[in-house]
Each structure stands twice: as C-alpha cells, then as structure tokens.
C-alpha cells in the first residue's frame, strides 16, 4: 500500500509570509497532483506534474516532483487570506498505471491569518 | 468542460435505511468513475473503481454488499449504502475520467454529505 505522508499537518501563517508544505512517500509515483479543497466541496485540481525534477509554476505557487518522483514539495509566496484550505498531494502508483488509481496525502490545513 | 455533479449534496437519513448518491459527469463521457470517503479533517480514501459496464473494484476493507455501485452509463454512477448505521456518516466524494482525453486526471464532484441518525 503506497503510503503519502504531508507535512505539515497544521500551517496557519500570517498573509504576506512565504511557506512550503511537503508530501513524502517511500513509493515512486507516475505522477503526482496537487488538490485544494474548501470545507464542504469536493478537491481542485491545482496541478499535475509527472516528470522527475518538474517544476511548475501557478501564479504565487511553485510545485516541484522530487528527482526519483517519490516526493513533492509546494511553496506559495507572498500568503494570501484566499490561499486558506485544505491541500491534497496524490499519486499515481507506476504499477497502477492503466489503471490511475490516485492515493492521497494526509492533507495539509492551511490557515492565512489577514 | 470536465463539470462532475453529485446528488444529494446532503442526505440525512435514519438508521437502517438505505441512500443513494448519484454521481454524473455532466460534459464528458466517464469510462472510469471513483468513489471516496472522507472523514472530517481527514484525507480522501478510496472506496472503489467504477468502470462502465463492468463491476465495480472495491479496495481493501471496503464491503461490497453495502456499498452497491452501478455505473450503467458513460455519464452516471451511483453508490447506494445499505443499512446505513450512525458510523456511514462521512462525506462521500465521486470522480471521474475523461476516457477520451486519455489522461490520469480525475474530474472531482463537490461531495455528499450523509449523516445517519
């Protein structure tokens, strides 16, 4: 069982500052997506990345793959109080390719105090 | 494009009683369709995979006798929980596949909330 684990699990910083939130497993992904969910709504789709070592920019988020794809990091700059809520790192298991089965990160809460 | 709608978006129901949740994809053909449950301030855990057509792949520990899918069209999936007990409240969250795009990327409803009484 591929296993995703955030860090942290609680982030509550004030707008303005910078942060990084990090999503580790022992098991190397095919692709690895990043989700933001609201209370009550269902995850968003922020990006996927699928090469080793990919960076990718959205705006004021920076999502980096690690190198041997079991890892994942997403840096936001410059918090905004809109950036608040739940974010989702999940992967796609190489030996579930085909089958794109995701499994999903322990979540990070996210919390930008105005 | 790539809308996916849930319904209800809250259920509550009392014990014993069974509740399904419809799950469509509204502008895209769905060959694949998932369902996860997530518990408050939890991550998602998947349920089972939905192929059109065929029967639905349960993951581990998940019953199939009480979580019945049925993906009987490119468009629609349901999930009915039978018997439901206080500990099947959660919020359930469906996904979907764009089978003809030919990506991993999965198309995410807004969720149903189910609280037995």
């Known amino acids: 069982t591929q296993l995703l684990e955030q860090s942290p699990q609680f982030l509550s910083i004030q707008e303005g500052e910078n942060l990084t939130v990090y999503c580790n497993s022992s098991s190397v992904f095919s692709s690895l997506q990043w989700y933001r969910q609201e209370p009550g709504e269902g995850p968003v789709l922020l990006v996927t990345v699928v090469t080793g070592g990919e960076v990718k920019k959205l705006k004021r988020l920076t999502f980096q793959f690690g190198d041997a794809r079991k890892d994942s990091s997403l840096h936001i700059t410059a918090a905004q109080t809109g950036d608040t809520g739940l974010y989702l790192c999940a992967g796609a298991g190489v030996w579930d390719f085909g089958n794109e089965k995701l499994t999903f990160g322990t979540g990070t809460r996210l919390t930008i105090i105005p | 494009g790539a809308v996916v709608s849930q319904h209800p978006s809250r259920v509550i129901c009392k014990s014993g009683t069974s509740v399904k949740i419809e799950c469509r994809s509204l502008d895209f053909q769905a060959t694949t369709m998932f369902w996860y449950r997530q518990f408050p301030k939890k991550s998602l855990m998947l349920m089972a995979t939905?192929?059109?057509?065929?029967?639905?792949?349960?993951e581990q520990g998940v019953e199939k006798d009480k979580f019945l899918i049925n993906h009987a069209s490119l468009t629609l999936s349901t999930l009915t929980v039978t018997s439901a007990h206080p500990e099947d409240s959660s919020f359930y969250i469906c996904?979907?596949?764009?089978?003809?795009?030919?990506?991993?990327?999965?198309?995410f409803g807004p969720g149903t909330r189910l609280t037995v009484l």
């Open positions: 996904s979907a596949r764009d089978g003809l795009r030919g990506t991993d990327t999965q198309y």
């Open positions: 939905s192929n059109e057509g065929s029967k639905a792949t349960y």
